[in-house]
């Protein structure tokens, strides 16, 4: 069975985009919605609303896989599923280890989608000796003080951390001495990899805060809106035609720019 070991990616040596690699997953779930209804064919403007994109730009990412459709016809919905799989690496076994089973570990342990997109849960691991051995998602916790062991005996080039954030870096440390080169980190604090590991970070409070944001924008537009409607015009603050001044602010393919932390 192949391991991540001795399997990278082919992305990056065909220069794919990173925003095009980002979106390829979007366009895998979509594509395997509509193969589990047995779709044989969808058209760029369908999968892009399916995975929403504009179709300009899933058009663009798809010239770099080199599959361009067929005019009148669509896209092979099975042949793209496997292109994308195969382009994301899903096409082989890749063991993964999760460190930290606290609530949100235990969580991500029992999520079923891992092995059905090609990733395999091979290790718990935690620092709590009370946790070694109990089961969890079926798998047994192991200490900590056997991760490099654990690294090497599975082949694991892909960790994922749950830790608390003070904990979180001197894992980080040890999953890439053993030879992990890719993580998922889930802990709120911002990690330090050397070349040649890359790290993907998912904090859920950065993600509210942004909604936060798009709230508050939105509420600041609507009251606007409500006076002009009571007095019957628009405020001095707001002059007609400001709706078409906002596009200023939207990216070239009409979408909100994201909010990037500090």
Request: charge should be negative; hydrophobic fraction near 45%; glycine fraction near 10%.
């Amino acid at each position: 069975m192949a391991t991540g070991r001795t399997h990278r990616p082919a992305t990056r040596s065909r220069g794919i985009p990173e925003a095009t690699v980002a979106r390829l997953p979007l366009y895998l779930r979509a594509l395997t919605a509509l193969s589990e209804r047995s779709v044989p064919t969808v058209s760029s403007e369908e999968l892009a609303a399916a995975a929403g994109v504009n179709s300009a730009k899933l058009r663009k990412d798809f010239s770099y896989l080199g599959s361009y459709g067929t005019r009148g016809v669509g896209y092979d919905v099975e042949y793209l599923v496997y292109q994308i799989s195969r382009e994301l690496g899903l096409t082989q076994d890749w063991p993964v280890v999760i460190v930290g089973i606290g609530n949100l570990g235990a969580a991500l342990a029992n999520y079923g989608g891992f092995a059905s997109r090609g990733f395999r849960v091979a290790a718990l691991i935690d620092a709590d000796p009370a946790m070694a051995g109990k089961p969890v998602a079926g798998i047994p916790v192991q200490h900590t003080d056997d991760l490099e062991k654990i690294i090497k005996d599975n082949g694991v080039s892909i960790g994922v951390i749950a830790t608390p954030a003070g904990a979180a870096q001197q894992v980080c440390d040890r999953l890439v001495a053993a030879g992990v080169t890719s993580i998922l980190n889930f802990a709120p604090t911002v990690l330090t990899v050397p070349d040649g590991v890359d790290v993907r970070k998912v904090d859920l409070s950065i993600e509210l805060q942004i909604l936060a944001f798009h709230e508050q924008r939105k509420a600041g537009e609507e009251a606007p809106m409500e006076t002009a409607v009571g007095e019957g015009a628009l405020p001095a603050s707001a002059p007609r035609g400001a709706a078409a001044d906002d596009s200023a602010d939207q990216g070239p393919d009409g979408d909100v720019p994201a909010v990037m932390p500090a």
